[in-house]
DNA sequence: ATACTTACTTTCCTTTAGGTAACTACTAAC
DNA sequence: GTTAGTAGTTACCTAAAGGAAAGTAAGTAT
């Protein structure tokens, strides 16, 4: 990143990125349903301090842009799942960047 | 990502990560300093619907978390110039990874 | 009939983010 | 002395995000 055209070929992109993945609570979302937890409730209790309301508007969102896929299961009581799709794994790289990061940032801030 | 130790290693760390470049602006800030664009004004033009505002708050962040340095050069009229530092560079990998999957969102959502 | 469970939704309220526009302090140029 | 540039700040207001707690719908268990 050295000159004023990789400027803009990295603003734009990045900040496409961002509309759709920024905010505190989609990746660790997706970390969770990708680590196992499907059910609503599941999800809630595995991300600390989300709310039922938070959660709820942030996983539309999420399927809105084809990130998880909802699945009504018509059991009793009725059973609804989370998965992640192929194109939740596209953004694997990002989190692991960010993984890696913060686990070098709490080092750096605690005086290593 | 298959299971809930996982899970764990996961959203601590992604968390603090999140915590401190999440939002619609900071990386794109670090990306206009990266690319060259030290002065406020340069910042401000080379971000669309960036704020003086906005960009004058985002920056103490940065300066903070020592993402960014500001220096003032004692000339006329003032100039002050912000500069990234060598733990700006450790973000390199996340911005390179969102700048990947933002090209790519691109042509998913315009139908390639 | 009552209570419990799941998967949310609704209401109310506070906090945070963001936009617009005007303003300031300093200096230089005309 | 008026205009222009740099680097912001301040005031005012709206919008979006988020928290707490209660409520809802549908079925199951007792």
């Known amino acids: 990143m050295e000159n004023n055209s990789e400027c803009i070929n990295a603003l734009l992109p990045v900040g496409d990125a961002l509309d759709v993945i920024s905010g505190k609570w989609k990746l660790l979302i997706l970390i969770s349903i990708s680590s196992g937890n499907h059910r609503f409730t599941d999800i809630e209790r595995s991300i600390p301090k989300i709310s039922a309301k938070v959660l709820s508007k942030e996983l ?9 896929k909802r699945t009504v299961y018509d059991q009793s009581p009725v059973l609804i799942k989370y ?4 194109y939740t794994e596209t953004l694997y790289p990002i989190i692991e960047e960010l993984r890696l990061w913060g686990l070098n940032h709490r080092k750096v801030i605690t005086g290593k």
């Not at 539309?60 to 998880?68: G, V, W, Y």
């Not at 998965?83 to 192929?86: C, G, K, S, Y």
């Open 60 to 68: 539309k969102e999420l399927e809105a842009h084809t990130l998880i």
């Open 83 to 86: 998965t992640i799709t192929p």
